[in-house]
């Protein structure tokens, strides 16, 4: 646009504009309550919301301070509905909790359409509310409160809490806030260092208890193998973090482990249908298996669970 003008924003892609970098920004107009007087401002240019809702719901609107331009993060669309819509419920209702009422009223006695006409009437009385400069004043002098509230919080912590660099730029206090800002950024990594550590040790802890387990598992698995009874296949989990883990049936585990030579048909077998091996006198003298009635046990499986035994044994 023609009355375009180079501003400074008050940040540049989401962090604070330390050098200064200047955008083509377009004046909307300048609103005041009597007291506090502000200047709108948009940028030039290709719109911010690419779905806008209404006329106005374009761009983003900035406040100048200080030489400035610092984010509403709102639009005009919704600065307009935001001032108006309160002020639309007093005048018409004289509150909230008589406006629910009367709809349930309207919705009883007139239906659909009686609510539609009330609704067109409200949008009406929140256009002309909300597009008061007083009104609109007085709402960015709310938020800009609530800035330096949150900035001033963390000048008086020495950086302990988040320094609001919009409250600083109301106080003309940049240069402060960029102190409070490399402070309170350390203290975050600080902080994230702590959680960090907190979070490994007890992933660790998680892991070692678990992976504990599972070695009591293998251990008594190696004790029936030697000493002869039923060798249950059940599955033994051991943990490298806490969602990273890998499980196993507990004889495949073992064949693994004593590097015996196991087809793959035989591994898939072992996983999905043993149930147990019986050990006695050094080798497996009877199996059950998951399966119909008419399924055979797998004959490759009894010549490696006897290697595994003699494995073990040596």
Known sequence: MANAKLMTPLFYRDNYNAAGKKMRAVLVREVSNGTDTYRLWRRDGKPDRQYPQG?????????ELHGYLATLRTTDYYLIDRCGYKAMVVALYGGEDKREQYFDGLRRSGGDEAVLEVLKQEEQKIQEYGRDPARQADYIKAILDGHVSTYLESKESSGKTFPDYIGALVLDELPTCRELSAIYQGKCREREQERKAKADAEDRAYCEERNQRAEQQVQEA????????????????????????????IVLYLMRQYQVDVPLRTQGWIASKLANATIADGRCSHLQFWGRKSDRASQRFVACMNELIRAIAA
């Open 55 to 63: 006329k106005g719901d374009d761009y983003i609107l900035y406040v």
């Open 222 to 249: 190696l004790r029936v193998i030697r000493e002869g009874g039923v060798l249950q296949n059940d599955t033994v989990e051991f943990y490298r973090s806490r969602h990273d883990s890998s499980a196993c049936s």
